[in-house]
């Protein structure tokens, strides 16, 4: 069975147990997708907003399933975290991310590639040796890879946020606080903590080309993360009234479907090489 989201997407009903035999069948799918090489990664260019250059690429997952077709991570990403599969998930993910890295430097590409965690996989100690072991398996500086965190992980458990979050960066990884305006934590905290740039949530931009008063609470914001340091992006940029707009008040980095939605990476080498024409 399935329900419909707000994008339209359709999920399984994955806290129904009525529907048993489904959610079995959907597990060993899930399990396949993993050890099938299912899983596959779309990215979507950064804009670097000083200067119009792309400084890199978010990596977004999808499902390549082999009877419903593409799947969006709405459709599946719950059910990848209830079957405690996420440990799994990311560890594909950076994989294939960073292969991908590989290339583009191969290429002369200077990309930085951002890889989004859950929360639940930021629990695992282990996470900053094991990115560590697969950026030198690869030869690849550190300073390639972006993660981007949300901030009900920094605000579960504090500690252990900072102390994951130090030795990330300590070996030269850059941390995105994403969804920034939606959770909890206060400028105050995030102040303190090893980050690099605040990544404001969509629906902060989405009404800004038309209301006044988004506007102004998205200029503001930016203010405010350039006080404690930080580096804005904004994301969910689908017209070019809202570009314009963040260039002027001062917004760092923009991803968006005005300038690309999330494409396969030979997609996004043709998007690459035309932008440069
Ligand atoms: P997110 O990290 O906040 O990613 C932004 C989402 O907004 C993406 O949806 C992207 O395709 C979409 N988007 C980008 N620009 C625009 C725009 O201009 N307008 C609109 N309407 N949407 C835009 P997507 O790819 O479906 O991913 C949804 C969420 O799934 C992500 O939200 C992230 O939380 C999660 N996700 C995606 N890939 C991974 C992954 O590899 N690991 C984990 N743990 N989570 C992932
Ligand atoms: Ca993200
Ligand atoms: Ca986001
Ligand atoms: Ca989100």
Redesign the pocket.
Known sequence: KAKSTH?GHHVYRSVDNRHGDARLRTLQELRLALTEDQLI??Y?PKINLKNGSVSGV?????WQHPERGLL???QF?TLVEEAGL?HA??QE?LRKALDQSVLWAAQGRTLTVA????AS?LIDGDLPERVGTMLSARDLPATVLML?ITEDFLMADRDRARDILTRLRASGIKISV??FGTGYSSLAYLRDLPIDELKL??SFVFPMADDARAAALVASTIDLAHGLGLKMVA????NGVSYDELVRYGCDFA????MS??IPAAALDDWLTARLN
């Open positions: 994008s990664l779309h979507q978010e990596a977004l997952v999808r969006f991570p709405d990403l996420m998930l990311t993910v890889v989004n965690l859950s996989s981007e994403d969804d949530d969509q994301e969910g940029v689908e991803q968006g479907y005005f939605r999330p």
